[in-house]
């Protein structure tokens, strides 16, 4: 057994909580820069610029990158031979009360759906814990604003519809979301399992290194295809029109029912703040 | 191009969606809460004619500084609310995203623009706030009524008073 310090834990949830809500990955920056270069739109090329120069000031470290800074989600893949000193889901959400205030980072958790009284801490956070063979904890946080969140979506498309239907569904939610959940975006995407993995499919969808590629040919080939598709339907940067709508799609899938095809769509808006920790 | 709240009907006129302005003054914060309640607000204690509403919900500003992150929220949500403040004399807003076939169709009526910020520069928008003052709803926290002081507050008109939109969805 490998015994994974509070402390140490804590600090690191707290680190990344603060960091990843000043500064993005030099990957996704990248590619911003490369869109805006590209970009052929005035008005979406200026978008853009204000993007990139709103990364350049939060990253002084004074002013959060958004003014939503999020609920925080965290997927834990936890070591079968790790063991915790300590409670970890109440651990964990100290950590995220404690980077959301010493961070000055907005709260922006009800603690109610429907009576909707602010926690004041910005908790709970969404947890998704799994148990991995080895004796390390893997951590993938991200800190998920609103408004994109508010676009995504669950279908049960049916089997016969196949990765058409998918990119049909994908398409007409990108267009209909336009500038509301603050592109460009990354496309995550869900298929497969039941109706909750899909969309825990589409959240992990978007935690991907923007960068990599999908190890399925076919998949990788529609990734390609449908981002190319989506960036012509003219939404463009916060939706004034534009080449640039989304700066990746990312499927994952998992088997799923002889008689399903669930699809989850989860879109990440270009405050796209996430962080891979290992324990 | 620069703009300078309050906005006379005149100005209006002249803006066209897709225009980046620069504004340098006066804005009033207010989203969804404070909307309730300025609508049933008869005498808010500040002049609602020609102001600019801002749809902001900032981060809790940092030791030394006037306010934090400060872009701008969805703007669908205030549509039905916003109506009656345009009556009431307010020429503008700033928020993001699409908005309402009736909100579009009062901006006419009323003579008041819909402008957007770029949704998630809340940090570039914050360093151009020099000034925020409470005016009402102190309760709210984040959701308060405040007045900001800005300078060179980049945004864009994204409906016009002819009935033109920045949208690229509304251009098919
Ligand atoms: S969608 Fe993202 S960038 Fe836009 S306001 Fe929300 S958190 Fe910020």
Redesign the interface.
């Known amino acids: 057994m490998r015994t994974i310090e509070k402390k140490i834990f804590q600090e690191a949830i707290k680190q990344a909580l603060i960091e990843m809500n000043h500064e993005l990955s030099p990957a996704f920056i990248s590619r911003l820069a490369s869109a805006k270069e590209t970009e052929t739109g ?2 979406s090329k ?2 853009l610029d ?2 990139l ?3 350049e ?2 990253r002084k470290g ?8 999020g609920m925080v989600v965290v997927f834990a893949d936890v070591g079968q031979e790790v063991y915790f000193s300590f409670d970890f889901e109440s651990t964990l959400n100290e950590a995220v009360a404690e980077a959301y205030a010493e961070g ?3 709260k922006s958790i009800v603690d109610d759906p429907i009576h909707r009284r ?1 926690s004041e801490t910005n908790t709970p956070a969404i947890t998704h814990i799994r148990l991995v063979p080895g004796d390390q904890l893997r951590l993938r946080i991200a800190a998920k ?1 609103g ?1 994109s969140e ?1 676009m995504s979506t669950v279908r049960m498309l049916k089997p016969n519809d196949g990765l058409e239907g998918v990119r049909q569904e994908t398409l007409k939610a990108i ?1 209909n979301a ?3 959940p ?1 592109p460009p975006l990354i496309v995550g995407i869900g298929l497969g399992g039941n109706l909750e993995k899909s969309a825990l499919l589409a959240k992990e969808a978007i935690l991907r290194d923007i960068d990599d590629k999908n190890p399925d040919p076919e998949l990788a080939q529609f990734e390609q295809q449908l981002e190319t598709e989506i960036n012509e ?10 080449e640039t709508t989304c700066l990746a799609v990312k499927v994952n899938t998992f088997p799923t029912h002889i008689a399903m095809l669930p699809f989850a769509l989860n879109l990440q ?3 796209a703040r996430h962080r891979e920790v290992v324990l | 191009m620069k703009l300078q709240p309050p906005l006379d009907r005149r100005t209006v006129r002249k803006l066209q969606a897709g225009d980046r302005l620069l504004i340098s003054g006066t804005l009033i914060t207010a989203r969804d809460q404070a909307h309730l309640r300025l609508v049933e607000e008869e005498n808010p204690g500040f002049d609602l004619e020609g102001a600019i509403i801002y749809y902001v919900g900032p981060t809790p500003p940092k030791p030394g500084h006037q306010i934090g992150s400060s872009g701008p929220t969805s703007a669908y949500r205030m549509d039905q609310l916003a109506i009656p403040l345009l009556s009431r004399g307010v020429r503008g807003m700033i928020g993001k995203g699409e908005r309402s076939a009736e909100l579009r169709e009062a901006l006419e009526t009323h003579e008041a623009v819909y402008l957007i910020a770029t949704g998630g520069a809340g940090a570039l928008l914050a360093s151009r706030i020099k000034k925020r003052v409470p005016l009402l709803y102190e309760d709210l926290g984040p959701e308060a009524v405040y007045r900001l002081e800005v300078e060179d507050f980049p945004c864009y008109v994204a409906y016009d008073v002819h009935g033109n939109s920045i949208f690229g969805s509304d251009r098919q």
């Open positions: 005035t008005v200026t978008i204000d993007i120069q709103n990364h000031i939060a004074t002013f959060p990158l958004c003014q939503d800074t000055y980072l907005r602010n604003g408004g508010n267009k336009g500038g509301r603050c339907l003219d939404v463009g940067p916060m939706g004034v029109g534009g808006c270009h405050a």
